[in-house]
């Protein structure tokens, strides 16, 4: 069983940083892409980021390319999500996801486990 814990939310304000990651354990961690998705109050859960198994492949929704960068250390079988320059528009529960395959996708539907997800707000 596939287990995800996430941390590092918290309270910040517009314009800080914030490191958020992903502790994975239960399968071969490098054999499968990793996203980060988030949820506001009152609206669907979205797609952050993804980076794939090995690495070599990074993609970002339109609105946190050049803030955000997701990574991944397969020794530690961690994912990470280095955000930067945070508005008030970024608050929301974040969650990492383990995908189906090696390459992973922006869909929800093609995540077969998830973290309980970790908050982050934003204050203006």
């Known amino acids: 069983q596939v287990q995800l814990v996430e941390s590092g939310g918290g309270l910040v304000q517009a314009g800080d940083s914030l490191r958020l990651s992903c502790a994975a354990s239960?399968?071969?961690?490098?054999?499968?892409?990793m996203g980060w998705f988030r949820q506001a109050p009152g609206k669907e859960r979205e797609f952050v980021a993804r980076i794939s198994g090995d690495g070599g492949i990074l993609d970002y929704a339109d609105f946190v390319r050049g803030r955000f960068t997701i990574s991944r250390d397969n020794a530690k079988n961690t994912v990470y999500l280095q955000m930067n320059s945070l508005e008030p528009e970024d608050t929301g529960n974040y969650y990492c996801?383990?995908?189906?395959?090696?390459?992973?996708?922006?869909?929800?539907?093609?995540?077969?486990?998830w973290g309980q997800g970790t908050q982050v707000t934003v204050s203006s």
């Open positions: 996801a383990q995908s189906a395959g090696h390459y992973g996708h922006s869909s929800r539907s093609t995540y077969e486990y």
């Open positions: 239960g399968r071969g961690f490098s054999n499968y892409a």
